[in-house]
């Protein structure tokens, strides 16, 4: 990055840099964009077509494929609400109160994203497993979680345990709790309150956790392999299947269901962004309409 | 917060709900590996966190995390300035492109890595005849935790950077000082904090990572082998022990870590508020 020796032939000269470095900086960003972002994406859809459209579908209708991709929509589907529920439970008291260890709870929220993948699929072996805590107990009664799928479950839901909080938190915390102490006041219910004061305020906040939220719980790898038996059609999530094939030098039909996820990662993003450009929109329309209370609803 | 009583119901429930849910699925698992550390005799203990083929697997996964994150700073600096500074055509979807690596399922990375970066890849093919190797080696884990990290850095640059006030730079510029001047002496202190908070989670989240790495490492013990892989190789070997014992190990780094992630967002927290 040098610095540009020209006369500054505009007033914002000042804060910007000479054309010549604009350019190049750009492009230095989008070279490294390309090639370690799209490039990888790119090489997902080429290798899962690189024996044609025939051999990508053959290998999409193999059955096993199908039991992966059942599990995992079964995993999401458990996972996300449960943490949707506490999302907003732990959002609603950290953001509308004030209690002693508040920020110490705040961090213990945040702990799952900050443990390795492998460690969380590991405390449940350790609790669940033959060895482990309740081990003895669930062989007697012939249950099994660990190396079946509600251990898959448990282990999805423990890594994206803090996904929907953190979005909610700092939100509602910007908005402060004068709505829906209004609404107290004029006669609602803490139900009523909840459903059409602060759902509406933080509507946008939760479908961006929830959709980060299942795109993390169907792409979680090294939580569900340690506690999934791999026991093709029964206990293998897409990403472990996508492994096995890979494994097993069958590169189209690994890349074909892993063309699967990418297409789930590219519609996260899709609708991430559109979540996003409304919320802005939203925002400066708000802006317009009332600027006596601009910073009310900006989180 | 409001002043005085707060009428808001509902705080019993959920913060009863938020405890209950918390110890369920967080704390009561993770003591459960405290509890197994705690039962191994220290000979046990060491044995498992000290053997040299696990001490090669710390120096592999915080070197190579070290680098990739060291990595990120810089391209995350470079792709948030770009982003927040310059217009150029597309620049929504390249906005948008950034968080790919948080959407993209880890294994899917790894395999599409090692299958451009291997010998007949489509970047290797071009590499392999001058010697150069990227993947199944360390460097390819290092590739792999470049991409996984890069997220991290940009969106906590990026925020900072799109409140930096401009009234500053253009007061250095009014008193002489270089464009280059401006940027290290003005700029860079005010985002430096954000700078170092993405590093830090690029880091703890390079550390910790096996999906992405796995396929592209090569998994030689000694040479190319995380630690995560040791515990999954101890466990495959039903060596309960010594999984816990390394697990162990790696958690309280990363508690570690995730302190000095919250005393450096509450710094930068203090920065903003400071100068706003």
């Known amino acids: 990055m040098s610095s540009s020796k020209k006369t500054p032939s505009r007033v914002q000269a000042g804060t910007t840099e000479s ?42 209708k193999d059955p096993d494929a199908w039991a992966a991709v059942r599990l995992t929509l079964l995993t999401a589907a458990v996972a996300v609400p449960l943490n949707l529920v506490f999302g907003i439970a732990a959002a609603w008291c950290i953001a509308k109160y004030e209690f002693k260890g508040k920020a110490f709870l705040t ?21 669940f497993g033959a060895q482990g805590w ?60 909840f459903w059409y004061v602060t759902l509406p305020n933080i509507k946008w906040g939760l479908i961006y956790g929830v959709i980060l939220c299942n795109a993390r719980a169907m792409g979680e790898f090294g939580a569900v392999s340690v506690v999934s038996g ?19 030098y069958q590169s189209v039909a690994a890349f074909a269901v892993a063309s699967l996820l990418a297409l789930l990662a590219l519609v996260t993003l899709a609708i991430k962004s559109a979540v996003e450009w409304r919320h802005e929109r939203e925002l400066k329309n708000g802006a317009e309409l009332s600027p006596e209370r601009p910073a009310a609803a900006t989180p | ?10 705080f019993q429930l959920t913060l009863g709900y938020t405890l209950f849910y918390l110890f369920l699925i967080v704390l009561i698992p993770l003591s459960a590996l405290l509890f197994k550390t705690f039962s191994l005799s220290w000979d046990q203990f060491w044995s498992a966190v000290a053997s040299p083929r696990v001490l090669a697997s710390y120096r592999l996964t915080f070197g190579a995390s070290l680098l990739a994150a060291s990595v990120n700073v810089v391209a995350g600096l470079l792709v948030a300035w770009v982003l927040v500074r310059y217009r150029f055509p597309g620049k929504k979807i390249v906005d948008a492109l950034v968080d790919l690596p948080f959407a993209l399922p880890t294994a899917v990375a790894g395999i599409s890595l090692s299958a451009l970066l291997a010998g007949n890849g489509w970047i290797g093919q071009y590499l392999e005849p001058h010697g150069i190797q990227l993947a199944f080696n360390p460097n390819g884990i ?36 270089t464009r280059w001047q401006t940027f290290r002496l003005v700029i860079l202190p005010s985002i430096g ?43 495959e070997q039903y060596d309960y022990a010594g999984a816990t014992a390394v697990a162990s190990v790696m958690l309280l780094f990363a508690f570690l870590l995730l302190l000095v992630i919250n005393a450096l967002q509450s710094w930068q927290r203090r920065r903003s508020g400071a100068s706003a």
């Not at chain 1, 080429?46 to 579908?57: H, M, P």
Request: hydrophobic residues 55%; contains cysteine; glycine residues 8%.
């Open chain 2, 142 to 177: 290092v590739i792999a935790l470049i991409f996984i990290g890069l997220p991290f850095v940009v969106r906590t640059v990026q925020p900072v950077l799109e409140d930096a006030e401009k009234e500053l730079e253009e007061a250095a510029t009014c008193l002489g000082a």
């Open chain 1, 107 to 127: 961090t213990l929220v945040d702990l799952p994203f900050s443990v390795s993948p492998v460690v969380a699929g590991l405390i449940y072996v350790l609790v």
């Open chain 1, 19 to 60: 054309t010549l470095v604009r350019w190049l900086l750009t492009g230095l960003a989008l070279a490294f964009m390309a090639l370690f972002l799209l490039l990888p994406l790119a090489a997902v859809f080429t290798e899962a077509l690189r024996n044609g459209w025939g051999a990508y579908l053959e290998a999409l």
């Open chain 2, 193 to 235: 904090p954000a700078l170092l908070t993405g590093f830090a989670m690029a880091f703890a989240r390079a550390i910790g990572e096996y999906g992405s790495v796995i396929f592209i490492a090569g998994n030689v013990p000694m040479v190319s082998e995380i630690t995560p892989l040791i515990i999954i190789g101890k466990l």
């Open chain 1, 134 to 193: 309740f081990g003895p107990w669930l062989q007697e009664h012939d249950i099994r979680i660990v190396f079946a799928v509600p251990g898959i479950i448990l282990a999805t839901v423990f890594v994206t345990f803090p996904f929907i909080a953190r979005e909610l938190i700092p939100l509602m915390q910007a908005q402060g709790n004068d709505e829906e102490q209004a609404a107290i006041v004029l006669g609602a219910s803490g139900w009523q309150t």
């Open chain 2, 1 to 10: 917060m409001a002043a005085g009583k707060n009428v808001l119901p509902g």
């Open chain 1, 230 to 248: 791999h026991i093709r059609g029964q206990t293998n999530t897409m990403p472990l299947h996508v492994e096995i094939l890979y494994n097993e």
